[in-house]
């Protein structure tokens, strides 16, 4: 029965390494093929700084809008309208349906890729 045991052993060594050499491969593919799917499909590049779209969504505790389905984080001082205000003040004049132009800077989620706002103009 030991014998058998020790027989066997190296066949199982070898097998579990071909699983985990299989698995990391897949997994190391799949995210490869994620952030290219990223990169390839967001229309909105580093150097484009002005957005205009329509607010489907406005996160009062996150501060985050989400206009023609791309997600927008305030920074903690912004233009608004012409006048300077704090993001609590933009979040609670903000409505669903409003059309906007957004002036954008860095990037606020590198996960999700969410552009951080500094400049509002209501278009409606």
């Known amino acids: 029965m030991i014998t058998r045991l020790l027989l066997n052993q190296p066949r199982r060594a070898l097998a579990v390494a071909l699983i985990a050499l299989a698995a990391t ?8 093929q994620a952030d290219d799917e990223v990169m390839e499909g967001n229309p909105i590049s580093l150097e484009n700084v002005v957005f205009e779209g329509t607010v489907n969504f406005v996160h009062p505790d996150s501060f985050m809008l989400v206009i023609d389905d791309y997600s927008f984080v305030l920074e903690r001082v912004i233009t608004f309208n ?7 003040q933009v979040v609670q004049r903000l409505a669903q349906g ?20 500094q400049k509002i103009e209501v278009l409606n």
């Open 25 to 32: 491969m897949t997994s190391g593919m799949a995210f490869a």
């Open 82 to 88: 012409g006048g300077t205000w704090s993001r609590e």
């Open 98 to 117: 409003d059309r906007l132009k957004l002036e954008l800077g860095g990037i606020a989620d590198q996960r999700s890729g969410a552009r951080l706002v």
